[in-house]
């Protein structure tokens, strides 16, 4: 009996052990669906005497469904990255387009500047003209002077007075002047009157004094310049700044008479108007317009046996255009030469290249960063635009209104609003040498622009706020060697 009841309580507590160590699996087999497995440990077996069971397959299964994800999800990494690149690249894109229109508006925004600058200028000259004429209107008329009775005739000097009482010098101080107008020529400062003393005043200006030697038909040193002369002013605000000129050397089927220009303002300036001769450019009918193939910087251009030389736009590019055949028959940077803005005159205007002709031929005018601003001369091929040879002055160009070449020699002008300003200085490229001049020049619209030696005529062509213009010069003898 005791020996029974022992074996009961053995087994009570072998069943207790079992069922606190049974337990309940609950998970999904390899084809995905739920699975329950209830296990209970052997109390006799240590170990089983196969691997596998269903702990193992679920295992399996869970592991399967988590390489399939994680394969899903490096394949999304994938895309996700190919994706990124694809926006890194737009943006990229983006930028590089925000880039280019920020540039064009700052350029517009400097230029629009500019043109606040120019118009301020003029209001404020418009407003001292307005008080001039005020000033002129409230100003009280002189008193008229009593009329002088008849005097007896002059018979010493032979001549008779004309009937009515005139005086004998009337009909010289009414005549016409040569240009047939009518208008009285009396000088107000000089009121012919009784006879008895009257002093003459007069403004002298100090020029070179001629010695015998000078001429219009050598190569010598410039002596002086002649008043200026106006042959046009232009329609429109796009002829503010402009240059005008006649090719020394024409060719067919232009003739040497033709005279052509370029008005300068405007972002797309590449129209080329030609005049048969000097009346046709007075009464503003051209008889060819021309369209250039690249656009014009400033007011550099130039003409020489057929074709025109001029600077393309924002590029230090010297472009030869042919006439005849109305294409571009030459193309070539200039050596390290500064464009758009960097080395201009004093006036501005992007006139860092200033090309012309003289008896010695092709030249340009600009300045280079070795040169730090200082004006250099090269003589260029007018075939090729090769550079053939260099002359580095001391001379500041943007110190400088502008320059023109006659003989070789480079001569620079002062000041272009000045009316009355001087040519201040001349280099000699053939002998490597600069000197100090005074020879006086007018700037009659008081915004000269271009100046050029037009070696057709002989003459310096000039565009002066608007108007054309030119200056009859002289020469003195060349030196003999």
């Not at 067919?252 to 005049?275: A, E």
């Not at 021309?290 to 400033?298: F, G, M, Q, T, Y």
């Not at 070789?408 to 009316?419: D, F, I, M």
């Amino acid at each position: 009996m005791f020996l029974l009841l022992s074996l009961c309580m053995c087994g009570l507590l072998l069943q207790g052990d079992a069922q606190d160590r049974a337990a309940l699996w609950r998970g999904n087999d390899r084809s995905g669906r739920c699975q329950y497995t209830f296990t209970v440990p052997s109390p006799v077996e240590a170990s089983c005497p196969q691997t596998g069971g269903p702990e193992m397959e679920g295992l399996k299964a869970r592991l399967s469904l988590l390489e399939a994800l994680v394969s899903r999800l490096t394949g999304g990494d994938t895309a996700g990255s190919q994706g990124a690149g694809a926006r890194a690249r737009a943006q990229s894109g983006l930028q590089e387009a925000l880039n280019r229109v920020t540039g064009e508006r700052n350029l517009l925004q400097g230029e629009k500047e500019r043109l606040e600058k120019e118009l301020e200028g003029l209001q404020r000259r418009m407003e001292e003209m307005r008080r001039e004429t005020e000033r002129l209107r409230n100003r009280p008329c002189p008193p008229q002077t009593p009329m002088v009775p008849p005097s007896p005739p002059l018979q010493d000097s032979g001549l008779t007075r004309p009937a009515g009482g005139s005086n004998p010098m009337s009909h010289l101080m009414t005549r016409p002047n040569r240009q047939g107008d009518s208008s009285s020529l009396r000088d107000s400062a000089w009121q012919y009157g009784p006879p008895g003393f009257q002093e003459l005043k007069a403004e002298v200006t100090e020029v070179p004094a001629p010695d015998g030697s000078e001429d219009n038909t050598g190569c010598g040193e410039l002596v002086s310049v002649g008043e200026p002369v106006t042959h046009r002013k232009a329609d429109n605000i796009a002829g503010k700044y402009g240059v005008w000129m006649q090719d020394p050397e024409a060719v067919s089927p232009y003739g040497p008479n033709m005279v052509w220009r370029i008005d300068t303002i405007g972002s797309d300036v590449r129209q080329l108007f030609g005049y048969d001769d000097m009346d046709q450019l007075a009464k503003g009918f051209p008889s060819k317009v021309l369209i250039l193939p690249e656009l014009v910087e400033s007011t550099g251009a130039t003409l020489y046996r057929g074709s025109l030389y001029y600077q393309r736009r924002r590029s230090r590019s010297i472009i030869r255009f042919d006439l005849a055949s109305e294409t571009t028959a030459a193309r070539r940077d200039l050596p390290h030469a500064g464009f758009h803005g960097q080395y201009p005159y004093s006036w501005g205007g992007y006139t860092d290249i200033d090309l012309s002709v003289d008896e010695k031929g092709l030249w340009a005018v600009y300045s280079t960063s070795k040169a730090k601003g200082a004006i250099v001369i090269s003589q260029l091929d007018p075939h090729s635009l090769e550079v053939k040879r260099s002359w580095e002055t001391n001379i500041r160009k943007n110190s400088v209104a502008n320059s023109f070449i006659i003989c070789g020699k480079l001569y620079t002008v002062a000041s272009y609003t000045a009316p009355d300003t001087i040519i201040n200085y001349v280099y000699d490229t053939e002998t490597s040498q600069g000197k100090s001049v005074f020879i006086p020049f007018k700037n009659k619209y008081r915004y000269n622009s271009m100046i050029d030696y037009n070696l057709a005529q002989r003459k310096l062509f000039a565009w002066d706020n608007f108007h054309m213009v030119s200056y009859d010069i002289r020469l003195g003898r060349q030196q003999a060697n």
